[in-house]
């Protein structure tokens, strides 16, 4: 409803009344949710004045998802593991669409980065992969898989030189290797 009335932050939205209607539910089962979305920090109510939109972007809401839907260890493993395929799919992509010039700017990038980080490197090889969709996914499971680990884990720059070597030779079997290789996975 909100992509189809075009509201957006500070929009008002509709009514109990009207939502019950339009969504064809009781009135208590729409005020269950609002009041949810309100504890979310996703809208606000002002006495006397209605439901607005609230502006959800800077909103910790992985972070208090996490804490509800991922509660056991197969959860948190499924994560990992997810996350590990779309990397690779981002890395498939990539390969296809990244020439030589580009690889050299993101392994220059890597060699002289004083402050380098692994999400920057994945989020520069999703960019050229340029499919919209998967970085999305990619960065909803990042945010999982940082708010569930305690510490984070260090990576070696020689394994992303490795990983993009491989990227230069277009060998797609030494790509996931390389990358078996970067996160310690047995087998790719």
Do not use: C
């Not at 929009?11 to 609002?34: C, H, M, Q, T, Y």
């Not at 839907?69 to 997810?82: N, R, S």
Request: no cysteine.
């Amino acid at each position: 409803m909100i992509t189809d009335d075009g509201l957006k932050q500070g929009d008002k939205i509709p009514s109990e009344r009207e939502l019950s209607e339009r969504l064809n539910v009781g009135r208590s089962s729409v005020r269950e949710a609002l009041r949810a979305l309100e504890l979310l920090g996703l809208i606000e109510t002002r006495r006397g004045e209605g439901t607005y939109l609230r502006d959800f972007r800077g909103n910790q809401l992985v972070q208090l998802l996490s804490t509800f839907i991922l509660q056991d260890e197969k959860a948190k493993l499924d994560v990992f593991e997810t996350k590990n395929f779309i990397e690779m799919d981002g890395l498939r992509l990539a390969l296809k669409r990244m020439d030589r010039s580009n690889i050299a700017a993101v392994k220059e990038w890597v060699t002289e980065s004083e402050g380098f980080q692994d999400d920057e490197f994945f989020y520069q090889i999703f960019e050229a992969a340029d499919n919209h969709l998967f970085f999305k996914i990619w960065e909803i499971l990042k945010d999982y898989y940082h708010s569930l680990s305690s510490s984070p884990v260090e990576y070696k720059r020689e394994d992303y030189l490795y990983l993009l070597d491989a990227m230069a030779d277009k060998d797609e079997m030494k790509v996931l290797l390389a990358y078996g290789q970067l996160r310690k996975l047995s087998s790719v």
